[in-house]
């Protein structure tokens, strides 16, 4: 009687996983879209004002609907297999490093008049710039090993 009981409340409980990354990956997909729509709008806007910023803005706005999708992936993953894998939260990170790189360098002309600032930019690059790696090298070794035991599935 007390299995019974026990796997009722595992069903529900798992019933209830579901349904809020069912709501996750809603608000999720809204967010993107909403995303890349205001982008454009923003890109086409800006076109006749300066070009440079247009696509710089346009960059960073398709980086972040990359983030979103990349999170999206995660929950279908959670959703079809019930496992939690590492490889998707990587991969936003390095997105994440990634854009934070081109924004920082895209903007480094209003930056370099002011010493103190100039340095703290340089740092925060270079601190970018380790991160970026070490997150390709986790991906490496993730995939590598993934291939050498046999799952296949990226």
């Known amino acids: 009687m007390a299995q019974r009981k ?3 409340f595992v069903n529900l409980f798992n019933w209830l996983e579901g349904v809020i990354y069912y709501f996750i990956a809603a608000a999720l997909i809204i967010a993107a879209l909403g995303a890349l729509i ?3 709008a923003q890109f086409f806007s800006g076109l006749s004002a ?3 910023d247009a696509v ?5 706005a398709l980086l972040l609907v990359m983030m979103l999708v990349e999170i999206l992936h995660t929950i279908n993953i959670s959703l079809r297999q019930h496992i939690l894998t590492s490889e998707p939260f990587l991969i936003v990170g390095l997105i994440a490093a990634v854009r934070r790189m081109l924004v920082i360098t895209a903007e480094q002309s209003h930056l370099i008049e002011n010493h103190e600032v100039f ?6 690059l270079m601190l970018l710039g380790g991160i970026i790696l070490a997150l390709s ?3 490496f ?5 993934r291939a050498e035991s046999g ?3 990226p």
């Open 151 to 153: 799952s296949g599935s």
């Open 141 to 145: 070794i993730l995939r590598r090993s």
């Open 38 to 40: 205001l982008a454009g």
């Open 50 to 52: 300066d070009l440079y």
């Open 6 to 8: 026990d796997d009722r």
């Open 56 to 60: 710089l803005r346009l960059l960073d």
């Open 137 to 139: 090298l986790a991906i």
């Open 119 to 124: 340095r703290l930019m340089l740092l925060e």
